[in-house]
């Protein structure tokens, strides 16, 4: 049989993408629009379509982001790279789909970063999307990273530790109680957290979902109506 090799346990990174649906699923806005990909990705050829579409918007974006957050043009770019400013220039045009390894190990290493190249399921591409803004697409380079860098790792622990304690409160008598009747709330295990949701959903209160979070009109130009 095709699946009698594939596990029946949930390992923990399903756990997480489980989670991370109950949470968006709950959302009226969010539901909507996941139901919009389960119709569309009924069809194979549509959801590689789709999906396809999405890399290469994902792709561009990251590394026009990465450059910025460098403070660099698109002609040092190339020049750490040995590409001309033209060619940078159509890698970040988000719907450049000629990819190839070598291209990015270069700029890879022109950043400073690792450079993963995996298979995913299709339930991960939830994250994928929702993260798909400038804040999340950043990367620190070796020399800041928060594990190979003593100094940024020290830095970086001491501030949590601070924002742990300013945050602190007095917990009244009455909480305990409350804790054990209410519902507990959907944490999500392995993927990102529930802060950044939080915030992206007070952000679109106001606003239309496919307008806010759509990063190209050819990629997720599929409305919530389905049309």
């Keep these: ?27 009226s806005r969010t539901r909507k629009l996941i139901e919009s990909w389960e119709s569309l990705f009924e069809d194979r050829e549509s959801r590689y379509e789709y999906l396809d579409e999405f890399l290469d918007a994902f792709l561009g974006m990251q590394i026009k982001t990465l450059r910025e957050q460098r403070g660099w043009t698109q002609t040092e770019l190339g020049r750490r790279s040995e590409m001309h400013q033209v060619r940078v220039s159509l890698l970040e045009s988000m719907d450049y ?29 939830l ?3 929702f993260e798909f803004d400038r804040e999340h697409l950043q990367r620190r380079p070796f020399g800041k990273d928060l594990i190979f860098s003593h100094h940024e790792r020290k830095q970086a622990v001491t501030e949590l530790l601070m924002e742990k304690k300013a945050s602190r409160k007095p917990r009244k008598a009455v909480a305990k109680k409350d804790e054990a009747t209410t519902p507990a709330l959907f944490i999500l295990e392995d993927t990102s957290n529930v802060t950044d949701l939080n915030a992206w959903r007070k952000k679109q209160t106001k606003s239309n979902i496919s307008t806010q979070l759509t990063p190209t009109s050819k990629v997720l130009s599929y409305e919530l109506t389905g049309t």
């Excluded at 970063?113 to 299709?122: A, C, H, I, Q």
């Design 127 to 129: 994250q994928d999307y």
């Design 97 to 125: 789909s000629q990819w190839s390894l070598d291209v990015l190990r270069r700029l890879a290493k022109a950043f400073d970063l690792r450079l993963v190249v995996k298979f995913e399921d299709f339930g991960s591409y």
């Design 1 to 27: 049989m095709e699946n009698s090799n594939l596990e029946t346990q949930l390992s923990e990174r399903e756990k997480g993408i489980l989670s991370y649906w109950q949470v968006l699923i709950k959302e």
